[in-house]
C-alpha cells in the first residue's frame, strides 16, 4: 500500500517540476526580479522585459537539453 502511495505522489509532483533545473532556474529568475524591483528600485518596464527575454532563454535551455539528450537516445531526468 505504501508503494503505491509512493508512486501516486511521485506522479503528482512529477506533473509540476517535469524538469528540476527549469524550475530551479525559474525560482531563482523570480527571486532575483523581486530583489531588482524591491531593493535597487529598477524600472518595472525594464524588469519586465529583462523577465521575459530571460524567461524565454531558461525554455529555450531546457528544451535544447531535452532534445540533446532524446538525440543521443538518453530519456530526459524527471
Known amino acids: 500500500m505504501m508503494n503505491i502511495l ?5 506522479e503528482f ?3 509540476f517540476i517535469d524538469d528540476g533545473a527549469l524550475a530551479l532556474l525559474t525560482l531563482l529568475l523570480i527571486a532575483a526580479v523581486a530583489v531588482l524591483v ?3 528600485h529598477v524600472d518595472a518596464l525594464l524588469v519586465a522585459v ?6 524565454l532563454l531558461i ?3 531546457s528544451l535544447a537539453r531535452a532534445a540533446r539528450q532524446r538525440f543521443q ?6
Do not use: D, V, Y
Open 73 to 78: 537516445g538518453k530519456q530526459p531526468r524527471a
Open 6 to 10: 509512493n508512486i501516486a505522489l511521485k
Open 50 to 55: 529583462l523577465f521575459l527575454l530571460t524567461c
Open 59 to 61: 525554455l529555450a535551455e
Open 13 to 15: 509532483f512529477g506533473m
Open 38 to 40: 524591491k531593493f535597487a
